[in-house]
Each structure stands twice: as C-alpha cells, then as structure tokens.
C-alpha cells in the first residue's frame, strides 16, 4: 500500500505462522492489518459549530478550550467530566506542546484519548459535543502517519476501529483479505489471554 493511503488507516501487526512442510519448521511472519479511519459526523448544530472551529484550525477537540470558546457548554461539560478534569488538563498540556512541535506529546495525547474514551459516552458529548474522542483517535493517528512515527494502539481500540469500519461498509461486498487478517488478530489476542 502506498504511503499516501496508509495515512488513513491504523496499521496493526498480525502475527501468522506459516508450516514450512520441506523444512520441517513453523515460521512466523508480520502481515499489516490496514484499518480505515472512518470520520466521525456530528450529530447536531452544537457539535457541528465545534467541529467545525476545529477542523478550521486542523486541530484536535481540546475540551479546555472548547469551554474557553464556547463558554455556553462549560456547565454541561463540567457536569459531565469533572472527575477526570485533571486528565483532560494535562491532555491540553500535550495538545499545546505538540501543536508547536513535540512529537513525543503527539504520542502521548494519543494514549491520554484512548484511556478517556472508556468514559464515554456522557451527556455532554451525546448531547452537545458530538463523538469528539473518535475524532481525536483519528486525528492523532493521522498526524503520527504523518510524522513517520510507529506506535500501537491497545487491542480494545483495534476492536473499536474494526467495528467502525464494519459498520462504515454495511451493505458492500466483503474485502476477504481484511476478514481474514481480522480473523487471525481476534485468535492472537485470545490466545494472548490464555498465556497470561
């Protein structure tokens, strides 16, 4: 795949262990499992007036400055996401250290955004907000794309993506390869459970 179309998608190792019948061996080799990112739509006039602000500045949502900007949400979002405030504070700090050019802080929003995506979703972000988190996975998946940089997502965010592409592409002939690729990934990661 070229390195343009791999911009837009979550690479995942797959593990595949070939018998080698001549030889007698079992080898394993690494096959790219390439997930599509799919964009998140917002769901109504308040999301869209945020992802738009955003999107304008190709930035990320930072929910610290969506109440700076929009004032009117900060009660909702407040009421919605005070426990974790000083998670989302510090996801700020490294939004702002990577905007001006900190590769590491790329790197670490992304793993901040997977650990608050497993608070959603609230009444703010189903209400107001829009799916904000997915469209900060996806935006920081493509932005370390872009910088070159490899990382890894944890399994329950490959399952995520996997499903959103599933459901993005209802109705369409199935891509064989990506199932089977699929298929291969859920039976390592079961069979990673039962080792530990």
């Known amino acids: 795949m070229a390195q343009k179309d791999r911009s837009n998608h979550y690479v995942e190792p797959v593990e595949i262990e070939i018998y080698l019948k001549k030889a007698g061996k079992v080898r394993t ?43 009117e949400y900060m009660t909702i979002i407040f009421d919605s996401y005070y426990q974790h405030t000083a998670l989302y504070e510090k996801l700020s700090m490294h939004f702002k250290s990577a905007l001006g050019g900190s590769i590491d802080s790329w790197r670490q929003s992304l793993y901040f955004v997977e650990l608050l995506m497993k608070y959603e979703p609230t009444i703010a972000s189903s209400n107001y907000l829009g799916d904000f988190q997915t469209h900060n996975l996806n935006y920081l998946i493509r932005k370390l794309n872009s910088l070159e940089q490899t990382f890894l997502l944890e399994d329950s965010t490959v399952t995520y993506l996997i499903k959103r592409h599933y459901r993005a592409h209802e109705g369409e002939p199935r891509d064989r390869e990506f199932d089977k690729l699929v298929e291969l990934w859920q039976y390592n990661i079961k069979e990673k459970e039962l080792r530990y």
């Open 29 to 71: 080799i690494i096959k790219d499992l390439f997930i599509e990112l799919v964009d998140v739509i917002p769901g109504n006039k308040h999301a869209e007036k945020i992802f738009e602000y955003f999107r304008g500045k190709e930035e990320p949502i930072d929910l610290m400055e969506v109440m700076n900007i929009f004032p």
